[in-house]
């Protein structure tokens, strides 16, 4: 990674100054700790990460002067970041970022433990390539406008977008699996409402209207119901933790533009209450997924839309016809080979920092070998 810093004790003050001065691929391992350490410093990372996601993010400090005063200064925000860590980023934050889960390894799980001295050497030069080539095709890049799958979101397209422009310009089947795979990516998070307060009430209201198909619903009923949900924050919601009560209820959906009002429930009763159509609008803006549905599925995520890739090989189906279900799209496996059936896969991690006269070389070894069977 270009200009990578590795940062795992800084300052507020170090960090601005490192990203407007060198703009480096920032990789913070170990974000809990950050999060549980200094609050000045958190707060610094959190707003770094909050703007910097594209070129035009500023901090804005106050720097003290020679002669005693103050004074403004401005510090970019923006470089590549890559954060590791067990507990999850705050949802404003998380909306900024394209997601990578990992798992703990459990007993009996092994994988390779490569030293650096070996895989340094190895990596520098993949490296080198990869700068030439990015080189070769700043200016492309630059200028590239990518399409985007329609299933993202407006944040979502904003920060995957030079990864689609990558993929145009490498061009074969890349841009339709870099899609593919930010679909993916994104999906998960999708599935699972955000972790705000407000949205997750708003889908547990969703889910007490579904029960019994309810059109209508008392204030106390409704408080009763999500008092009710197991592993659910209500019943010890406030100060006093004596449970959520439709005052607290009402303040929390004001936001929305809801208000309880005098409604005939379908036993004859007339009370306070809300209405199932009040919440469809907003139910369709901020939990478009059920809560029960959280879990990731197993099966990678079928793009179900077409999109348009500018420039490359638009007739490039990555799934083989022969295969009931598609590839992987997120392992250097995943492309289906057509001659090995549904089974085979051919590796291609390298693909991309393949150059033109090492591809005229395989071919010629190719012709070379078959002449050689011919005979």
Not at 11 to 36: H, K, M, N, S
Not at 95 to 117: C, F, K, Q, T, Y
Not at 149 to 177: C, K, T, V, Y
Not at 271 to 293: I, S
Request: net charge neutral; hydrophobic share 35%; proline share 7%.
């Amino acid at each position: 990674m270009p200009r990578s810093v590795l940062a795992s004790d800084f300052t507020a003050a170090v960090l601005a100054r490192t990203i407007e001065e060198e703009q480096p691929t920032l990789l913070i391992d170990e974000f809990d700790q950050t999060q549980d350490g200094d609050k000045d410093l958190l707060c610094a990372v959190m707003k770094t990460l909050n703007s910097g996601y594209k070129k035009s993010g500023k901090r804005i400090v106050l720097e003290p002067t020679r002669s005693g005063g103050w004074q403004r200064k401005s510090f970019s925000t923006f470089c590549p970041k890559i954060l590791a860590g067990i507990s999850s980023l705050p949802p404003h934050i998380k909306s900024r970022s394209i997601p990578i889960n990992m798992e703990r390894l459990a007993p009996g799980d092994h994988v390779s433990d490569p030293e650096e001295w070996v895989i340094e050497p190895q990596a520098a030069k993949l490296k080198a390539r990869a700068e030439t080539w990015a080189a070769q095709h700043l200016e492309e890049l630059t200028r590239a406008r990518p399409d985007s799958p329609p299933s993202l979101r407006n944040r979502q397209r904003e920060i995957a977008r030079p990864l689609f422009a990558i993929a145009d310009a490498i061009g074969g089947e890349w841009p339709e699996r870099i899609r593919a795979a930010v679909v993916r990516l994104f999906a998960g998070r999708d599935q699972a409402p955000a972790e705000d307060v407000k949205t997750e009430l708003l889908a547990d209201i969703n889910a007490v209207f579904d029960d019994g198909e309810k059109d209508r619903i008392s204030s106390r009923d409704l408080v009763e119901a999500l008092v009710r949900m197991e592993d659910r924050p209500w019943a010890t919601w406030g100060k006093t933790q004596k449970g959520l009560n439709q005052n607290q209820l009402g303040r929390l959906v004001r936001d929305f533009k809801i208000y309880p009002a005098t409604v005939r429930l379908e036993d004859g009763r007339t009370l306070k209450g809300y209405k199932r159509e009040w919440f469809k609008p907003v139910w369709d803006r901020y939990t478009p997924f059920p809560r029960n549905q959280t879990v990731t599925p197993s099966q990678p995520a079928p793009i179900q839309e077409k999109t348009d890739f500018s420039n490359h090989n638009k007739n490039f189906n990555v799934t083989d016809e022969k295969c009931g279900k598609p590839a992987s799209i997120l392992h250097c496996d995943g492309v289906t080979d057509e001659k090995r059936g549904c089974g085979g896969a051919r590796k291609e991690s390298d693909l991309v920092l393949v150059t033109d006269a090492e591809v005229d070389e395989l071919n010629a070894r190719s012709k070379t070998e078959a002449v050689a069977k011919a005979t």
